[in-house]
């Protein structure tokens, strides 16, 4: 009975002198029920929404077993309360965020007193979901060396395949107040592991080893699966449900983070608390690290152009600027001459200036072009000529100093650059007729650069250049980059994507100067190429596509070869090569080799198109 325990039995009397005194109505049942609250679980805290019942209040004596610990970053340790409910939306685990270095060791039983709360990383205006934890803690250690909790074991049966519930309109396209469907939705499914033990078996890397340790991986290996071992985002629902991140709790001094490349495998079990960060969201923090096993991967090298075919290539070299080591020049070189067989005509974006992020006015790359294409010969390649246009200081985005900028490199040998008046950095280039063709009034010239869509944006090189007596117009663009754009996990469902818009009118411009071109010669051969920072499916690539103007030649391959770039575990496209209407047979190449490897010359993969005009 009630009254055998005794607790139960204090409060009986208590009940009773209450009554008696007229300070307590109703039965004594009911009023034991109002003191003997059961004490408040992590289950309480989490709740069955992303956003804790008990947010910004105040817990005592909170209970579970310690199954993490970690002593750098956002220090702190998880734990998790062993008697789960029966609810699968409450999570069992929770982040205990210490500041300093947690004097708790995995294993421990604790009892924790703080302040719930919720943190989003990367703040609040990023969009960003939120960790469910309890701060500024008081921490006692009731016994050590215990059994941890089952891990849940998360695998491609446990991970639904719909990605995420449509935001709530009442609260700004917001999932934050939704209950959570862990059948349904994947995110719901993470968020409803957030903090606990989870395990996964045998896992396919997607996404590279990179500086800051971590490494991305797929429970679900048929999920959009590509020849070379990734995982394909080819459209806004294509979000790959199996993706993970994973990180390790070891201090790289103790345990260096294993290399992997993408297509090498996660062997064995890896096992530790499900973290949410800023740089990619739900990420397993393993507390046990698998083993990777090597895959064959292996950097690609695209055919050689004929004699007759015209070979452009597009490549973004990442900041390339004199500073840089002689290696990374020598390395971007043999690429060049080697995987990409030396094209006729080089696009590069990303060439900084001669002293690099060196912020003192420096404009003129002259010196790191020199030094790159002096490389190139070393390796056995042809004797480039460039043309590009300074940009002003600071004006074009990038790193501040790098005044970076796009460069044509081409081979004399094989093709000729038409100069025409060349422009400069204000000075917009024009289209006008000559000899019943299209020429430009300026090349190399710059395209509408007032307009205020390059704000802080590089903005496009056009040059003229003949082929065995065919001219041949290229638009080298580097638009606007994706930076502040909401992640895939942001609680904003569909995440906001507000970088699209500058992209937008960018490509815009570059339709409106290609039709321009057209106008003149409906029978020109043009390429807008470069790093388009956008995908081959985004309004970005269908306003460059506008009217038929120009076509995302990428979208000649097979669905499962269009990448050039891994972001997150996702196989995406960010360059691109478009043609005009008469570039009719061409072979378009994605060559891989970067990308998908943990040690890479740039982040982008470069495209090549051959043709014949």
């Known amino acids: ?18 009554l008696a005194s007229g300070l307590l109505a109703g039965t004594a049942d009911a009023a034991e029920g109002a003191v003997s609250a059961d004490p408040v679980r992590i289950h309480d805290i989490q709740g069955t929404t992303r956003i804790s019942p008990l947010n910004g209040k105040a817990v005592a004596d909170v209970q579970g077993i310690v199954t993490g610990v970690r002593t750098f970053g956002s220090r702190g340790f998880w734990i998790q309360d062993p008697d789960a409910d029966d609810s699968p939306a409450t999570s069992e685990g929770i982040f205990v965020f210490t500041s300093s270095v947690p004097t708790v060791a995995v294993g421990d039983a604790v009892k924790v007193s703080g302040t719930v709360g919720e943190y989003v990383p990367g703040g609040a205006a990023s969009g960003n979901q939120s960790v469910t934890q309890i701060a500024k803690p008081t921490v006692t250690v009731v016994s050590k060396d215990n059994a941890l909790p089952e891990a849940t074991v998360i695998n491609e049966y446990s991970v639904p395949a719909e990605y995420a519930p449509a935001g709530d309109p009442a609260a700004g396209g917001s999932i934050n107040g939704l209950t959570l469907d862990p059948s ?34 797929t429970v679900k290996g048929w999920e959009n699966t590509v020849k070379r071992g990734g995982t394909l985002y080819g459209s806004y629902e294509s979000q790959n449900t199996g993706r993970l991140q994973v990180q390790q709790l070891t201090p790289l001094a103790q345990q260096p983070f294993p290399v992997a490349n993408v297509g090498d495998r996660l062997t064995g079990t890896t096992e530790g608390p499900l973290d949410f960060n800023q740089f990619g969201g739900y990420t397993l923090v393993a507390r046990t690290l698998g083993t990777v096993k090597a895959g064959a991967l292996a950097p690609e090298k695209t055919k050689a152009q004929s004699p007759g075919e015209l070979a452009v290539a597009t490549y973004n070299v990442e900041n390339l600027d004199p500073t840089d080591p002689q290696e990374k020049f020598d390395n971007l070189a043999k690429a060049v001459v080697q995987n ?45 000529q460039w043309r590009s246009i ?19 490199l081409f081979n004399p040998a094989r093709v000729s650059f038409t100069d025409r008046a060349a422009g400069d950095a204000l000075t917009a280039t024009g289209v006008e007729r000559e000899n019943g063709k299209a020429a430009l009034t300026h090349s190399p010239g710059r395209i509408d650069p007032a307009n205020p869509a390059w704000t802080d944006s590089r903005k496009p090189l056009a040059g003229e250049f003949v082929f065995r007596g065919r001219t041949v117009f290229v638009i080298a663009n580097h638009f606007s980059s994706k930076g502040g754009d909401e992640g895939l996990t942001s609680q904003h469902q569909p995440p906001v994507r507000k970088s699209e818009e500058k992209r937008l009118l960018q490509a815009q411009a570059v339709n409106t100067f290609v039709k321009q071109i057209l106008a003149a010669d409906k029978n020109a051969d043009v390429l807008a190429l470069g790093d388009i920072n956008d995908f081959e499916f985004s309004n970005t690539a269908k306003a460059l596509e506008d009217g038929g103007a120009l076509f995302s030649a990428i979208k000649s391959l097979p669905k499962a070869e269009r990448y050039s770039y891994v972001y997150q575990g996702n196989a995406q496209v960010l360059d691109q090569i478009l043609v005009s209407p008469a570039i009719k047979n061409y072979a378009y190449d994605s060559v891989h080799i970067n990308a998908e490897f943990s040690v890479q010359n740039s982040d982008h993969d470069p495209q090549v198109l051959r043709f014949r005009p």
Do not use: C
Not at 1 to 18: E, F, G, I, Q, Y
Not at 186 to 196: F, N, P, V
Not at 391 to 408: H, L, M
């Open 1 to 18: 009975m009630r009254s055998s325990h005794p607790r139960s039995a204090a409060v009986a009397a208590l009940v009773a002198t209450a």
């Open 184 to 217: 349904r939705y994947a995110l719901d499914y993470y968020e409803s592991l957030e903090g606990m033990n989870v395990r996964i078996g045998n896992s396919r890397v997607v996404g590279a080893t990179d500086p800051y340790a971590e490494m991305w991986v």
């Open 340 to 384: 990409l067989a030396s094209p006729d005509i080089v696009a590069l974006e990303e060439i900084q200036d001669d002293n690099g992020a060196k912020n003192d006015g420096t404009v003129s790359a002259e010196e790191t072009i020199k030094k790159f294409t002096a490389a190139i010969a070393a390796a056995g390649g042809p004797a480039y």
């Open 390 to 408: 300074s940009p002003e200081n600071n004006k074009d985005g990038g790193e501040p100093g790098g005044n970076i900028r796009q460069v044509f």
